[in-house]
């Protein structure tokens, strides 16, 4: 409806057109901005005209060649700050490109959509890489025929409810230490152990949004619950921010059963023999029943 509105007024010859753009960062934030000199509101979305942002044309073909494009904007607190970038919010969010008449911005039309790869940034300025969709079909698909589970705890592959049964703690950190070890306080009702090879997510404070995979969950001998998570965050949070701790999943068939009761939906293959079995000589195995090797 709006292109051929749009394809209307390009053809009259004297045109009223400006560039928008709407980013929905992976912390579900949703900024939007134009080249235009005047804030633009449609798609529920107000796009901010004192941005400094631009683009480059994009490059698109046929086929399943893949679009790219360059953003270049200036950083600032009410647009894009140096902070957001560094804690890696923009980290493949979400972009979507529009051509629209800033005197009908019911005629426009979507350019480009996909998503922000690398960015970099200095001397106050920032220059953000787009991916068009068919980025996504550089990525492996298919089983993986191993032991261990391939699924993410909680995703649909896994289909467990994570917010049930006591597999989630949500609480204030009692202290940091060397930017990835944390104070838990008490955690009461979850047994030393419970989160190793979970979740931590902060929920408030400057790195609200970010999160990290635990390594660790241990008690010190001064009686400390330590939450160590294996990389630093790009925000470093502090004492009294809520953060929320997911149960961990070392992807056995074992913990699944025993831990999660989510046997039925395990996605590995725990009775796949090895190497050394397939290899071995029938005079020299154990078990000559065909039974399970687990």
Known sequence: MGAAELHTHLVGGLTTVSRAWAITRTDGIRLGFTDH??????DGLVFKADSGLSARAVSQATGLSVDNSEAMGALSASGISEADISAGRYDGADVVAWLVNWADVSA????????????????GAFHAELRG?????????GRVFQKPCTA???????????????????????????SRVFLAGELAGFSVGWFQRGRLEILTGAARGLIGSIKRDYLRADGERVIEI????????????????????????????????????????????????IT???????????????
């Open 230 to 277: 294996w990389e630093p965050l790009r925000a470093l949070p502090v004492a009294g921010d809520a953060v929320r701790l997911t149960a961990g999943c070392d992807k056995r068939f074992e913990t699944c059963r025993s831990k999660f009761g989510n046997h039925l939906n395990f996605r590995g293959f725990p009775d796949l023999p090895e190497e050394d079995w």
């Open 280 to 294: 071995v000589h029938p005079s020299y195995a154990k078990r000559l029943d065909g039974g399970s090797r687990r």
């Open 152 to 178: 993410v705890l909680g995703d649909a592959d896994c289909g467990f409810d994570l917010s049930v049964g006591g597999h989630l703690h949500e609480g204030t950190l009692v202290g940091v230490e060397e």
């Open 133 to 141: 969709l068919t980025e996504r079909l550089n990525r492996p698909v």
């Open 37 to 42: 000199d005047r804030d633009l509101s449609f």
């Open 108 to 123: 426009r039309r979507v350019m480009f959509r996909g998503t922000i790869g690398e960015v970099r940034r200095g001397n």
